[in-house]
């Protein structure tokens, strides 16, 4: 059990292509990493992508969504498609424990499931150049890789989760009956980000309620709602218990019937253009925050003349952007 | 009642500072306006500040914070402190409604109150600049301009609010009794920025539960709190009943101890140079943004490359980081 110290990016993602899950694995590692490896792995495999459906599954802690996700990828992966899972993990430590035992539970669903299946979990936090570069870098080696469906898990329902919803191509919101107040949840933003509605744990009262709020927010229309490919597309409501495996056919149809209405309404393009643009943006802004953070340490006396009140905060940022930008 | 077309600045400061309306009006439209003009006032306004205690206010919509907002006021005004009021206007189109009606009362119990108040609306949106530049600049003017306390008032509990409220030196977080869980509330990170708790309309049913919740929450610990001049402050919860006037006493008592508090440890300093220091790296920022949708603007093939596969988008980044930073 050998193996070389050192191997070929394009090496590693052709047997990654294959099936190979250590060579994946160690791709996803590289992504992770960050710096010039991470960009070379960009550079390699983008040309690779557009071929895999990107879902997003978000919701509040606790609705199931790892449960649903193992489901999911096993129903996906019996009927022949090869299914990437990337689950999110929380770095808050007020919710870490609640969501570990989610994790716990689906890798004991998926451990027992397909052969084409692959799960790879990435931290919220301490991670070179951040989350919202490595999702996107994740998510194009798996592209890259062959798999015909990535299924991006998050954790909560706050910001992270709606930037990375943002790198998908089909989001999916989970509710629970008695959860409650949809209305509520929609405050988040990530109720309008939805682009197909899974009410799982469905075998409990309640769940006539949930589909009837839903139906009644949808009715009152979605203000901040994407436009991108949202034209004419209703998310369709799908009562799951993921737990049994019931409504994941459904769900797997919605999911389907939604990446078809992308393709042509054009929203498919839109959306992947629109990620795309933004991650080069991103990457921009984070070469010019290293620079801002260095010309600020070259120059202490720069905000303490501010702070002692002898230069004014709008003198001492063009002073600034005059050392940082062209 | 003439005028001239184009005044000083500093004559008007100088009028400002002698409590004249006009002036400080016309100071906070430069700021609003953005630009050249508004720098040269930064200049101008920078030197003169770190006298004026700012409190914000925040809270759920309808939790009573233009009536709090007033009644403090007044009651402040009485007791000869010269109080300039920022009311951050909203630009929800669907809670515009409500907000407004709030805004209208608000108006009615100060229309009749002190010579002493001056009250501003300010939009979050369509300014140049933005609310994140106008708000720093206008809390520079009203301080400058020799208020003893500018109380800034948001309309909700989303991220404006936050950034808004950490421009502040004590935070009132407003619940109601009955507004529910606190916990929930947490949520939104808003609880976790208050220095003193208000419960508004505390004649009604549940004020006890609503005590007793923040209580919980507090002994709970918070773990995203703000550190600074935080130690050993446990945010005091004051019942009141602003349509009545009660409690505003003992309000004016706990942001007069959080001050003392924060004066004594050396947080209100920091605070403070956190302030300026972020206000620094917001505008650089906002410098650095012009530059590249600039710089995207001047070579639509950059995208285009991207979007076609044939540049990866870390390579794209590179090439607009050449262009755009020093």
Redesign the interface.
């Known amino acids: 059990m050998t193996e070389p110290i050192r191997d070929s990016l394009p090496g590693m993602l052709a047997r990654a292509q294959a099936g190979e899950r250590r060579a994946t694995g160690r791709l996803l590692s590289i992504v992770e990493r960050g710096g010039e490896p991470?960009?070379a792995l960009?550079?390699l495999t983008?040309?690779h992508?557009?071929h895999a459906h990107v879902v997003g599954i978000t919701g509040a802690p606790g609705a199931g969504k790892s449960t649903l996700t193992g489901a999911l990828a096993a129903s996906l992966a019996a009927a022949g498609s090869r299914v990437a899972i990337v689950a999110i993990d929380p770095s808050s430590?007020?919710t870490g424990g609640a969501i570990l035992g989610d994790r716990i539970r689906m890798d004991d669903i998926v451990a027992s499931a397909h052969e084409r299946i692959f799960i790879r979990s990435m931290a919220t936090r301490g991670q070179h150049g951040g989350l919202a570069l490595a999702v996107?870098g994740a998510l194009r080696v798996l592209d890259a890789a062959a798999f015909d469906v990535v299924v991006v898990e998050t954790a909560g329902v706050?910001?992270i989760e709606i930037d990375i919803v943002a790198e998908t191509d089909t989001t999916v919101v989970v509710l629970n009956p008695g959860w409650g107040d949809a209305i509520?949840a929609n405050?988040?933003g990530v109720m309008e980000m939805a682009d197909v509605f899974v009410v799982n744990k469905a075998d409990r009262p309640g769940t006539d309620d949930a589909v009837r709020d839903i139906e009644y927010m949808l009715d009152l229309g979605r203000?901040h709602a994407r436009t991108d490919g949202h034209s004419a597309w209703r998310p369709p409501i799908v009562c799951a218990v993921a737990t049994e495996g019931r409504g994941i056919d459904t769900m797997i149809d919605a999911l389907t019937a939604h990446l078809a209405h992308l393709e042509l309404s054009g929203g498919l393009t839109e959306r992947?253009?629109g990620r795309?643009?933004n991650?080069?943006?991103r990457?921009?802004?984070q070469?010019?925050e290293l620079?801002?953070a260095r010309a600020?340490r070259a120059d202490p006396t720069l905000?303490a003349a501010?702070?002692s009140?002898?230069?004014?905060?709008?003198?001492?940022?063009?002073l600034?952007?005059d050392?940082?930008?062209?």
Chains 1, 2 share one sequence.
């Open positions: 991470a960009d960009a550079t983008h040309p992508t557009g430590p007020i996107p706050g910001q509520q405050k988040a203000p992947r253009t795309l643009d991650e080069v943006r990457r921009v802004r070469a010019f620079e801002l600020v905000l501010v702070r009140r002898r230069l004014s905060p709008a003198d001492a940022a063009q600034l952007a050392r940082v930008l062209r």
